[in-house]
């Protein structure tokens, strides 16, 4: 058993009661490597940012769960070294999908898990929920839970259909679990295509997809039954427009790729959303910075050579998040 005190790192409770009440959001970015994972802790050092790192299953499975662990350790002693007096770091599961899952990762030093039962009939959730907070709780680490089903693909977890959260059954669950904050379902989705065509309309300049809005008088309404309760938006990449053409331009083929306007996590962070879970948009600048280096320098075999800039565009990303979208920079001196 190895407590993520020793380890230096914070669970999300103080984060998110600072986050609601500052009207911002905590990033919370996935990491499974060495580049990303620089990226992520220099641009938290640089601007101040409480940061979740999350860690999926299938994370866990591709890079060791001993060696996660090691590198969050060496991420708080790493954002020291960068000047950040203070880092606010919390490793996260995402997405525990077991008991088993959520123990080990509470035994092996995670701060913080989330037990994602949103696929089980609602009694079930509960019961799934109630049993990992209480085994978290005995060693502080905080628990997300989630309610109402996203659409998209992550890892293990995918969805062809969403279905919005109930607000009339979050106050129920909150109480009856005991969960620390609440992953709800209101149109975001998981992946690099969150919508359909079909589910879009096209702007007629650009000919690029517009997609639906995200359902805010859901998120209201579940904030009026949880006031000051802290909430979650999986599924929250932009899916930016330059990284799609970069990769398309350099041999990629993502054709109608499609993410959440940034204006609507804008508007979503300065209300009880205090976690935002971005992957999608750091896999596409780490795989557009790549093609461009491979298809301008072919000789090139050096994997620092591709990696590097590829890291490089990854920070500029999170940066770019904290500061323009979350608004977390200068909350964690
Ligand atoms: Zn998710």
């Known amino acids: 058993m190895v407590s993520y005190k020793e380890l230096g790192l914070v669970n999300t409770r103080e984060m998110f009661a600072k986050a609601i009440k500052g009207g911002y959001a905590i990033p919370a970015f996935n990491f499974n490597n060495m580049e990303q994972l ?4 220099k641009a938290s050092a640089e601007t101040k940012s409480p940061v979740i790192l999350q860690v999926s299953k299938g994370a866990r499975n591709y890079a060791n769960q001993t060696l996660l662990r090691y590198m969050a350790q060496g991420a708080v002693e790493y954002a020291k070294e960068l000047g950040w007096e203070h880092p606010q770091i919390c490793l996260h599961l ?22 994602d039962a949103s696929s089980l009939p609602y009694e079930e959730n509960i019961a799934l929920t109630k049993k990992v907070v209480e085994y978290a709780h005995q060693f502080d680490v ?3 839970a989630e ?12 969805s062809a259909v969403s279905h919005y959260t109930k607000p009339e059954e979050v106050v129920d669950f909150a109480t009856r679990t005991g969960c620390d904050s609440l992953a709800i379902s209101i149109g975001t989705s998981h992946g690099a295509y969150k919508f359909t065509p079909e589910q879009c309309t096209r702007d007629p300049k650009t000919g690029r997809l517009v997609p639906p809005p995200l359902a805010f008088d859901v998120l209201d309404a579940v904030m009026e039954q949880l006031p000051g ?11 930016p427009q330059e990284y799609v053409d970069m990769i398309n331009q350099y041999g990629g083929k993502l054709p109608d790729a499609v993410g959440i306007p940034e204006e609507q996590l804008r508007k979503a962070a300065k209300s009880a959303v205090c976690k935002i879970n971005i992957d999608s948009d750091s896999r596409l ?19 620092r050579k591709y990696c590097g800039p590829a890291r490089d565009l990854m920070e500029e990303l999170y940066k770019h998040k904290i500061i323009n979208v979350l608004g977390s920079d200068g909350k964690a001196e």
């Open 38 to 41: 620089q990226a992520i802790i």
């Open 94 to 115: 995402d997405h525990g999908d077991s008991f088993e899952l959520c123990k080990s990762c509470v035994d092996f030093g995670f701060s913080s898990v989330m037990i």
């Open 142 to 144: 905080t628990v997300e």
């Open 147 to 158: 309610l109402g089903v996203l659409a998209g693909v992550e890892d293990e977890v995918s």
């Open 229 to 239: 309760f802290p909430i979650v938006l999986h599924g929250s990449s932009s899916v």
């Open 285 to 303: 600048a780490f795989t557009a910075a790549v093609r461009k280096v491979l298809a301008e320098k072919p000789g090139e075999f050096d994997p």
